[in-house]
């Protein structure tokens, strides 16, 4: 092998080196970015897919039971469920208030959803409840309270830090969840 | 080795589905945008999109704007939310910004936000393929004629199109699809006490026209003529009636818009005068539950909760002519009130108890009998006693509501066959109400029992005289 032939492949190497090194780079950067946007997803197929990815997680449910005492006194009975574990709280908590959703069927519509969870650093945890859940919720005040108190008791007993749960109807503000009951002061 | 490392790189992980296009029709022909796959899910370049349909980006600090020709929204990355104007829209996933600073975004941003932001119809018109329509004028003429009875709003289009008009509280909405509205609005005054003004609304892409309410509106009908083709649409006063004497004073909200009553306005004599309180008696506010589209209890087509509580009121008013009480109601008509409209009526009225209709519904057939509902203690100071915040206004009733309720709660339980307790909950009706208030719950419309003795004419008779008698008890 030449000289000439020997700086050539130097150079070569040197230059494919260099091309690894910012290509690793860049894709660990796109890694990095991804893991930090997870806690704001709130699609529901991530939340599949941890259903399919990751192991299960003991969480005790909360549910309205309209009949364990006088009309309007229904009481919240509990639950164990498994379900999938999450590295994000907020995403934790969607799915531990979904699973009171499917467990509570006639008192919500199936179409019922919870679209996303934000949690405060000062305890608060910010449940984004879908349109549909508050238009095709049936049933009077009892009901209304019945499901609002089972989805906070619900994340407040699984997620430690939450205090108090807001409820926003798909994004906003709203005065009443369905014409009875007030979602202007936080749910304790 | 070196080389297979960097075929790895470049390839898409295990999981990523196939890369998608979308067709976006404009006026100078059909553009195709491929999709690019983040987290298994399918993005569309902003760039491009923004050439597109002409719209503008800026990008400051983590925030991107994005401007078109009628609107602007703004973005951040990692976030589903869409700031628009004072409210958000929520995408199916969060936006995407890449690390080599492309701002990537889901498709419904095209189905929500860009028909937001662009002068023209911007429409899915099938499965990942989008149409930019520029659109087309209608010119539409406005003539009033006024009659002794109604005022006559005569739309003249220029072009024929789907005319919607609806009622809100305190105007009537004339919109029209499919085209941009140029609105010629009439020369000839109005009515002021059947129509206070006609409101030209173009936030709206199409335009439409808000007719807006005078202090005697009643109702009003709309109805098409030909030749040339235009729709009119009436605006009626109440028709007079005459009382008999001696007959009880049951006043009524005038239909002075309810939003107006609601909110009296501040400042100016004139106006102060005519929003003037009445004169501090023995006043008690009813309030009939639900109304309009919102229906309420609804377990079947005929059984509508908002029915039923109009009709309760008017029994409650009825039996309540020879009595010394001035009974007001919310409602008298099929329209939905918000819950503040509702508590402000019975603050404005100074109130000495205020009841709010209902009737029970469940999915648990058994549950059944009256439920008289109390506003729950809000864990919070009252400050100043001339200054209380909106939301703590029954704080200072809530002994009095109690004893309201229970004197309810016991007449209706004795009706009913039950032995059902009051309940305490937060509700935004009654929370801002400064008088004893409560919520009743007049038996559940789910119920076959309940259900008899609500659809019988005696039934609700003596459900009304329990309110009433138990109104004159707790006032006596």
Known sequence: ?188 | MVLLGVWLCLQPSVGEAAAQQLEIEVPRGTQTIRSRTHEGRAYYRLSQIAQLLELTLVERGGLLEARGSRGVVQMTAGRPLVRYQQQYLLLSDPVWRRSSGEWYVPEDFLAKVAPLLLEAKFERIADRRYQLQSLVENRVQLQVVNYPDHVAIIFIPSRRAPIRVQELTGAIRVSFGDFRVVPSLPRTPLDPELVQRIRFDSEDLFGSFDIIKGGSYHSYREYDLSDPWRKVVGIYRAPITTSAPGAATVLQPTPRSVTELAFPPLGGDEIAKEFEPPPSGTAVTIDPGHGGENYGVRPSQELLEKNFTQKLAEEIVRQMKGNRIQLYTTRTRDINLSAQQRSSLANFNRSKAFVSLHFGGSHEESLRGPVVYVQEPIDEPLGSPRLVPWALGQQRYMTRSRRLAEILQQKLNALFGTDNSIVEAPLAVLAPVTAPAVLVEAGFLTNPRDQEILRSPDGMAEIGRAVVDSLQEFLR
């Open chain 1, 1 to 188: 092998m030449t000289a000439r032939l020997k700086i050539i492949v130097a150079v070569a190497l040197v230059l494919v080196t260099l091309l690894i090194a910012f290509l690793y780079y860049r894709w660990e950067a796109e890694q990095r970015s991804n893991r930090s946007d997870l806690p704001a997803l709130a699609s529901l197929e991530l939340e599949e897919q941890a259903a399919a990815e990751t192991p299960l997680y003991q969480v005790n449910l909360y549910l309205y039971d309209p009949v364990s005492g006088k009309p309007g006194l229904g009481q919240l009975i509990q639950m164990s469920r498994e379900i999938p574990g999450s590295e994000s709280d907020e995403l934790l908590g969607q799915q531990i208030l979904n699973a009171v959703i499917r467990e509570s069927p006639g008192i919500l519509p199936p179409v019922a959803r919870v679209l996303q969870v934000f949690l405060m650093e000062d305890g608060t945890a910010v449940v984004d409840l879908s349109r549909e859940t508050a238009e095709q919720l049936s049933g009077g005040v009892t009901s209304e309270l019945g499901i609002l108190r089972a989805l906070t008791r619900s994340l407040r007993e699984n997620l430690p830090g939450v205090q108090r749960v807001r409820f926003l109807v798909d994004g906003e503000e709203r005065h009443t969840l369905s014409g009875h009951v007030s979602l202007s002061q936080p749910f304790m």
